[in-house]
């Protein structure tokens, strides 16, 4: 490692300096021999060593990090598990695509509790908490209205999946974390980059919010067999 440090400093050095003594130059060349002489299994560990070391600082430059010195002390962000202090680029940028789909998925969730509690024309005997509505609704219509639902998803997953990534954990050439291009409305066709870059924060951090509150609902629900919606003045 130490003759690999010499040879970048010294091409730094020759890059910058406008003449080179004949001797140092043949000298740096015999310093790069050696270090391509190194086994592969050093240089392997020397990279692997720098891609492990990227994980925060690939984070950094990710719009959502949440420090406040409070609660959020860590300056790299929330990551009490330490997900993120060992993963590669190409891990933290699924960790973000997921954590983006699953934040817009909690957010129609908790809107679609809600507004099923206080209106289901399709289903009118199923009332109460969000999970009595499924039962009912599963009593009615039979557990093919589940495995409907379940296809559908694993189905879209799957799809997805074949577009976007190349492997398991890899997002393929060109694709970014929660960029589907979908905007029907082009509520972002005029945004300046830091316009673009507060909404997408937004976002992120409203999806976040929405995931805790959706499980926050049923567990309310099923501590008091109250629908939430109720409590809300929604539903009377």
Known sequence: MKAISLA???????????????AHTIQNLRTVAKANALPASSKTLGRNVAAKASGYQHLDGMYGKVYDNVIFRNKNGWDPAGLVKDADAAKIDRYRDSE??????????????????????LFPAATGTAWQQYETVNSIAGPMFLYGFMAHVHGQEGLRYSERYESLGKLKEGQQPGVYGWDP????KHLTEDEKAARNAQELNNGRLA??????VLAEEARTGVPVAQKLGLVH
């Open 185 to 188: 409305l082009n509520l972002g």
């Open 211 to 216: 995931m805790v509150a959706a499980l926050g």
């Open 100 to 121: 983006l789909v699953h934040g817009r998925m909690a957010m129609l969730a908790i809107l679609g509790q809600l507004f099923a509690e206080a209106y289901h024309p």
């Open 8 to 22: 970048l400093l010294a091409g730094v050095v020759a890059g910058r300096t406008t003449s080179i003594r004949p």
